[in-house]
C-alpha cells in the first residue's frame, strides 16, 4: 500500500462524495475558499493514511487516520478482522461506533 491507492476509485465515487459534502456545505452558505480548504485538508489527510509509513502517533490516531490503522482496513481477510476502520480523514468515527482496530503490528497480508 502507498499513496498512489489513495487514487484507487471508481469514477462514481467522485461524484458521490463530493455531493454528500458539497450540496449540503452550499445549501447552508458555506463558501467556495471553505470547501477548498476542506478538499486540501482531505486529500492530503488520505495520501497519509495510504502511505506506506510506520510512523507511531500515538494518541493523534484516536482522532485522525493514521497509516498504522489505515492499513487494517486493507487486510486481507485470512490475516486479520475485515470490516475495520471506515474513516476516510477522521478515525474518531470508528472508535465512537466500534469499528477501530489497531494492534501493535501490521497486518501480515494485504487485500482488497
Known sequence: MDWLSNWRFHPLEILVYQMVLYVPATLLGFSAEA???CAVVSTT????AHANLRWRLGPLKYLINTPEMH?????HPDSGPVNRNFG??????????GTAYAPDHPPARLGL
Do not use: C
Open 71 to 75: 492499513v487494517w482496513h486493507h487486510v
Open 45 to 48: 489527510l488520505g495520501h497519509f
Open 88 to 97: 476516510v480523514s477522521l478515525s474518531i468515527w470508528d472508535w465512537l461506533f
Open 35 to 37: 470547501a477548498f480548504g
